[in-house]
């Protein structure tokens, strides 16, 4: 980058004061992660908008700590201060800061431009790519998923599990137990009887795929709205998303973040069920086409940040990838277009990069055909 140019991005990009932050440490933005030397004093002219911030320490023997980090959405000139902790090898809270020593470094804050790397723009794919995964994150679904601060933490719930009684809508789940739940709580999962561990802090919208029709519904109503989960998210766009799709997506794009960012457990099970959730309607995708164009733009980005053992080892689990397409696949209109040109293009993009095939549903039908096909025997010679 020429100097004219990084002139312009100065005022008009984030900085992000690291101070006291140990030798050796791991310390990332998005996709770029370095081991910082002694000199290190943080990152500057980081473009406006959501990014994670991420550390891990090394020990002398060069075994790498866990991942952690925290969602910052940076508003454009927005200078923040963290300072390292080294009793807990952690940061301090916010609050644990001097607001007026803070002051001071916001006011000379470039006494430190020296020490402060810069946001790699150039090439620019990292950049674009992490765009990509995150466009549709706002920051208001930071906040209220992320409400520490936008931390992603791997402590789990350490406090004895608490039976409940069963639910009686989807808003009662053992999810919304868990949304509703301490950052210290274990919840339980009835159907197998055994304890789940929550993340502290992460507070993913709970809904029930098991509880996918209205309170008080008939039994036609609950066998329909159980086999098609279009009721389910019409709900969850009405209460939670305010109509908007895209946010529902935006939450789909952070569970998935939190999974391939800082490898967090809460956020592969918030991602399987929405992508379970989506790929369950039959009446939305009639109804709202574009939201399903979206939702197969999303899900591809994602899986293509996926390695491919990753996709065989854990996206493949029980086949789950490929049950959802299907379901999808089998419901998507023959009048939708546009949804169908970007089925074949996913389909295209599994076949390229994962070297894996979704048959045609007609292929599928002719299987199902030969298989209750009547078996022809000779009698003359049977064997």
């Known amino acids: ?67 952690t980090g925290f969602f910052k959405y940076f508003d454009t000139g927005e200078i923040v ?36 790397g810069p946001y790699p723009l150039d090439p620019p794919t990292y950049y674009q790519r992490w765009q990509h995964l995150t466009n549709h994150i706002t920051p208001g679904l930071v906040k209220r998923i992320l409400p520490n601060n936008g931390r992603v933490s791997h402590l789990p719930a350490v406090t004895p599990a608490v039976e409940n009684e069963e639910p009686e809508a989807s ?17 339980r999962d009835r159907r197998k009887g055994q304890g789940i561990e929550k993340e502290e802090g992460m507070e ?8 996918s029709f209205p309170s008080g519904a008939t039994g036609d109503q609950v066998t329909k709205w159980s086999l098609d989960k279009s ?30 960012m800082a490898q967090n ?22 109804d ?10 999303t899900l591809q980005q994602q899986l293509e940040e996926c390695p491919v053992d990753f996709f065989r080892d854990i996206l493949s689990e029980n086949n789950f990838i490929a049950s959802m397409l299907k379901n999808l696949r089998d419901v998507i209109p023959p009048s939708s277009t546009a949804l169908y040109t970007k089925f074949n293009k996913m389909k295209q ?22 298989d209750d096909a009547p078996v022809v025997v000779d009698l003359e010679n049977p064997y």
Request: charge should be negative.
């Open 1 to 67: 980058m020429d100097q004219e140019t990084a002139n312009q991005l100065y005022d008009v990009g984030g900085k992000l004061l690291f101070l006291n932050a140990p030798e050796r440490l791991e310390f990332g933005i998005d996709y770029n992660a370095w081991t910082i030397g002694p000199l290190f004093k943080g990152v500057k002219l980081i473009p406006p908008g959501l990014h994670f911030i991420y550390f891990s320490t090394t020990s002398k023997e060069g075994i790498q700590g866990i991942r």
């Open 81 to 116: 201060v963290r300072e390292w902790n080294p009793k807990i090898e952690d940061l301090y809270g916010e609050s644990e800061l001097d607001p007026s020593q803070v002051e001071r470094y916001i006011i000379n804050i470039r006494d430190f431009d020296r020490n402060m």
């Open 171 to 187: 808003t009662t789940s053992a999810a919304a137990t868990a949304a509703a739940a301490t950052p210290t709580t274990t919840i």
């Open 204 to 211: 993913f919208t709970p809904f029930d795929l098991r509880q």
């Open 231 to 260: 009721w389910l998210v019409k709900d969850l766009l009405q209460r939670v998303y305010r109509g908007d799709h895209r946010l529902l997506l935006g939450e789909m794009q952070l569970a998935f973040v939190c999974l391939l």
């Open 265 to 286: 457990f809460s956020g592969f099970q918030q991602w399987k069920q929405i992508v379970h959730l989506l790929c369950s309607c039959h009446e939305m995708v009639h």
């Open 288 to 297: 709202h086409p574009t939201l399903f164009v979206d939702f197969l733009d």
């Open 349 to 370: 993009f599994l076949s390229t990069r994962f070297q894996w095939e979704l048959p045609d549903q007609a292929d599928e039908d002719e299987e199902e055909e030969d």
